[in-house]
T-cell receptor
Framework: SQQGEEDPQALSIQEGENATMNCSYK?????LQWYRQNSGRGLVHLIL?????REKHSGRLRVTLDTSKKSSSLLITASRAADTASYFC???????????FGGGTRVLVKP | GAVVSQHPSWVICKSGTSVKIECRSL??????MFWYRQFPKQSLMLMAT?????????EQGVEKDKFLINHASLTLSTLTVTSAHPEDSSFYIC??????????FGPGTRLTVL
């Protein structure tokens, strides 16, 4: 079973708008990571947030982590057509070394 | 960031044949490599974890005799899909991890079994 579940499964927005997607997980984690995947391509690592961190920024990306709720969110501000992709959260368990992926959110940014 | 390559990027084969996919870490030594499978519009599912010089650890439900993994060096792991069938058609992605926590992903290999 998957450690992370994401919502929404799909998101369609206009260029310039913000996109927010959420990830929930089940067990204690060491860290949580977000990845982007363009159609039929490999994964691009976006950001890693450790279990003792609550918020992290990278360019137009903002990630939050709430370990009490076992959830994380990824916000993409001022979206661009090039942001169209699938976004996955992935977790490494507290005593583990394997990345477990959520179901992903397919984001479509319309020009 | 570190670079991981996969070869081939796509392959079409006949049912019953075996296919080998290579995963290489180009500028770092990967103590651990991971193999994932991804079906269309789905997430990545971990198949197995391999450490250099030791046997791979397979996830539940993954047949080790069908998906042979070899991690003979710190920069190369191979996945061989033996006696491939159409249901094995999928996108196979490897990742490699060095000394740190971060995993670097290859570009994937699309396997189509006719």
């Amino acid at each position: 079973s998957q450690q992370g579940e994401e919502d929404p499964q799909a998101l369609s927005i206009q260029e310039g708008e913000n996109a927010t997607m959420n990830c929930s997980y089940k067990t204690s984690i060491n860290n949580l990571q977000w990845y982007r995947q363009n159609s039929g391509r490999g994964l691009v690592h976006l950001i890693l947030i450790r279990s003792n961190e609550r918020e992290k920024h990278s360019g137009r990306l903002r990630v939050t982590l709430d370990t009490s709720k076992k959830s994380s969110s990824l916000l993409i501000t001022a979206s661009r057509a090039a942001d169209t992709a699938s976004y996955f959260c992935a977790t490494i368990k507290a005593a583990g070394n394997k990345l477990t992926f959520g179901g992903g959110t397919r984001v479509l940014v319309k020009p | 960031g570190a670079v991981v390559s996969q070869h081939p990027s796509w392959v079409i084969c006949k049912s019953g044949t075996s296919v080998k996919i290579e995963c290489r870490s180009l500028d770092f030594q990967a103590t651990t490599m991971f193999w994932y499978r991804q079906f269309p519009k789905q997430s990545l599912m971990l198949m197995a974890t391999s450490n250099e010089g030791s046997k791979a650890t397979y996830e539940q439900g993954v047949e080790k005799d069908k998906f042979l993994i070899n991690h003979a060096s710190l920069t190369l792991s191979t996945l061989t899909v033996t006696s491939a069938h159409p249901e094995d058609s999928s996108f196979y992605i490897c990742s490699a991890r060095g000394q740190g926590n971060e995993q670097f992903f290859g570009p994937g290999t699309r396997l189509t079994v006719l």
